[in-house]
């Protein structure tokens, strides 16, 4: 009998371990597996570049439009060089980028602020939500620029209209998200806090709250985009500084090279903003995808 049980031990423990090993090479085959995928798709977004600028080369190179209209890689980059240097109409780019950043990030500040906590209890109790979600569905739709004539009456050309144009951009995405993060909670786990007396306090910052972190920080890259569009209309529209500006006045003297230069930075920084906010997502909200 003795002999009968060990060698079932012995048995159990070879299955255990062929469990586990194979458990970690399907571990180290996926993770192999990732790491070709992303390198892949790192391939595929070089290689994307390397045609559209491959392509604008070519463009230019073979002269099939004006250099007025189409301006060279190689002018794009001595603009660029030059009003690095030596500004654009006498203000750094830094002033430029500057202003825009500096009405972006209060706007943006206020925004998550205000649209955080109305856009959570909104979703979590009901009457809240009869009185705020008229609202926002109603001026959400609105083209920022069809109201901002209204804020310039109100508020001045300064940066007061500017940023209560780019609060209101930036509040509905956040607070939408908001809404729908609280709804879609498994109710089984506010109702088990309750069955084990957790108070509505509790339950809203134990359970709401880091549940709904996801999809709140996609609310915030969702109002940064918004908010980023938004501002470069409005310096279009009434300002003396800014990167909007500088486009549209460098339109108006058909400076192709100098608008081109405008855009890229915009671009640019838009992908710093929005690799920033991934990166604090990161490590704030490090469950999401692992649980």
């Not at 062929?18 to 597996?33: H, I």
């Not at 830094?94 to 943006?108: D, P, V, Y």
Request: with cysteine; proline share 3%.
């Amino acid at each position: 009998m003795d002999s009968k049980k060990e060698l079932d031990i012995f048995k159990k423990s070879i299955k255990f371990y062929k469990l586990s090993f194979n458990k970690r090479n399907n571990q180290n085959n996926n993770s192999e597996k990732k790491i070709k995928k992303n390198k892949t798709e790192r391939l595929l977004t070089i290689g994307t570049w390397i045609i559209i600028l491959g392509t604008w080369y070519i463009i230019t190179e073979l002269k099939l439009f004006s250099t007025t209209l189409v301006p060279s890689p190689y002018k794009v980059l001595t603009t660029f060089i030059t009003i690095l240097k030596e500004g654009y109409n006498n203000v750094s780019l830094w002033m430029h980028l500057g202003a825009s950043f500096q009405r972006l990030f209060i706007a943006l500040v206020l925004a998550i602020v205000t649209a955080i906590p109305i856009g959570l209890l909104s979703g979590y109790f009901s009457k809240i939500k009869a009185i705020v979600d008229s609202v926002v569905e109603f001026y959400r739709p609105l083209p920022p620029l069809a109201y901002y004539t209204l804020l310039i009456l109100w508020f001045g050309i300064d940066n007061k209209s500017k940023v209560t144009l780019l609060f209101l951009a930036g509040f509905a995405p956040i607070y939408l998200a908001c809404v729908s993060a609280v709804r879609k909670i498994n109710k089984d786990y506010i109702l088990s806090a309750k069955s084990l007396g957790a108070s509505q306090k509790s339950i809203f910052f134990k359970i709401v709250l880091p549940a709904c972190l996801p999809e709140i920080f996609t609310g915030i890259r969702t109002a940064v985009g918004v908010s980023y569009t938004t501002l470069v209309s409005a310096e279009m529209v009434a300002a003396t500084s800014g990167i909007g500006w500088m486009v549209l006045d460098a339109s108006n003297f058909l400076k192709s090279n100098v608008i081109v230069v405008g855009i890229l930075v915009m671009g640019f920084t838009g992908i710093l903003i929005d690799y920033g906010l991934r990166y604090l997502e990161k490590k704030i909200v490090f469950w999401k995808g692992h649980v």
